[in-house]
């Protein structure tokens, strides 16, 4: 009798303890070390050849892409996948999938927790407090967020967290995101920005919740920050890299900006290090340490959820939440055959295919009720000749055949 050998997963970082198990109970190997990095991490992928690699805040590089051939699926226990060098692992034939929407409610409940601390200075009262000092004077003077307007930058799971909230709050919302229009801005109760601009100009506070690409790369840069009202509120628990940080220390200084932080520039990929970026000394600044994801309740649900990614990839091939599948193909033609489903039948059509040079981009096999026939609709680079689809015709379990142009 055949046997298959378990699926190898490693997982570099903390994963809350159900969710190894629940990984062990379907079969699969697992080896769990946190304090897996750089080449300690490279080691072991080298070590263990795992099928899957779990990740949350380590980086993946190309060198540990490569460092197996085995390697067949990144999860990043998180929504964002900026650590991981996706472009190497889509070079590889290494799928990459995420857990989006699993940490929303936890990174929204930080967010709100940095707005009213820029609000009320709270961290500020408590070091008072602490050194024995009674100011009540200074810090009663606060502006209060009723009736104020919100400024939200990204739209996703995370950002619509952030607007209920703000409706609990009173505050008038505006947000702009790439797929935000009028229509959905009218079903959310909140006011559409068409550029991000808008944000800066209209806004008493600005939260930002957009995704990290090369896009969003300083969206909130020097023109973005001499829009913003002076003594206005800036919240990040995104990335680090949507900010410029130079510019925002010059903002602080010039217009009185009151921030918070969650995540910075060139912040330690470790949990523990010495860090003193300048961004942090100021008084205006209140930070915390890039755990906007980091509560119980979020982790179990993304350990869950990095389990059914893994558990649907381990029954049937298929990754959910995939990132790293091409919405748009090379190809300029699409040929369906209709074949009765019989051993042969397809390797015949490849066969012609790569004799006549025609590669395929992309391809599915449909299934007929009863399973006596299928369609295949292959992608092709380029659109075969007369003669060739005529090859292809000929075999005698090919039922038809239909050649369409792709734009």
């Known amino acids: 009798m055949a046997t298959t050998s378990p699926t190898c997963v490693l997982i570099a970082d903390a994963f809350d303890d159900a969710g190894i ?10 080896r769990c070390d946190a304090t897996l990095k750089e080449e300690s991490l490279l080691a072991a992928i080298q070590e263990f050849s795992p099928t899957v690699l779990i990740v949350r805040s380590t980086k993946v590089s190309a060198a540990m892409i490569n460092a197996t051939e085995s390697l067949a699926l990144i999860v990043r226990a998180g929504a964002g996948y900026d650590t991981i060098d996706v472009s190497e692992a889509s070079k ?4 990459v999938a995420n857990c989006p929407g699993k940490n929303s409610i936890a990174v929204a409940e930080l967010a709100w927790g940095l707005i009213l601390s ?3 200075r709270i961290p500020n009262q408590t070091i008072r407090l602490r050194e024995g000092r009674w100011e009540k004077k200074v810090f009663s003077k606060t502006q209060g967020l009723y009736g104020r307007t919100l400024g939200v930058i990204g739209l996703g799971g995370i950002g619509k967290e952030v607007v209920k909230l703000a409706k609990a709050f009173g505050m008038d919302v505006i947000a702009w995101s790439r797929s935000l229009n009028q229509d959905k801005a009218n079903e959310l109760g909140i006011q559409w920005a068409e550029e991000v601009l808008e944000i800066a100009r209209n806004s008493d506070v600005v939260s930002i919740h957009a995704a990290s690409t090369p896009e969003t790369k300083h969206i909130v840069n020097e023109a973005f920050l001499d829009a913003m009202n002076d003594g206005a509120i800036l919240i990040n628990t995104s990335r680090g890299s949507l900010i410029d940080e130079e510019a925002l220390c010059k903002a602080i200084e010039e217009k009185g900006l009151i921030v918070g932080l969650d995540v910075f520039e060139d912040e330690p990929s ?9 961004i942090a000394s100021f008084e205006n600044v209140f930070g915390t340490h890039h755990v906007g994801a980091s509560t119980a309740q979020a982790q179990a649900a993304i350990a ?9 990839y381990c029954d049937s091939g298929e990754v959910l939440n995939c990132v790293n599948r091409a919405i748009d193909t090379p190809a300029k033609a699409l040929l369906s055959v209709r074949h009765q489903n019989l051993p042969g039948v397809l390797a015949h059509v490849f066969e012609l295919l790569s004799h006549a040079g025609v590669n395929v981009e992309e391809m599915e096999n449909i299934m007929y009720d009863g399973a006596h026939a299928a369609c295949a609709r292959i992608q092709l680079s380029e659109e075969p000749n007369n003669e060739q689809l005529d090859a292809i015709r000929s075999h005698e379990h090919v039922l038809s055949i239909t050649l369409t142009p792709l734009s």
């Open 118 to 120: 820029c609000d009320r």
């Open 304 to 312: 869950e959820e990095a389990v059914r990614v893994v558990k649907k």
């Open 92 to 95: 590889k034939g290494v799928f």
């Open 21 to 30: 198990a629940q990984l062990q109970s379907i079969g699969c190997e697992v």
């Open 270 to 278: 470790s949990g523990s290090a010495e860090f003193n970026p300048q």
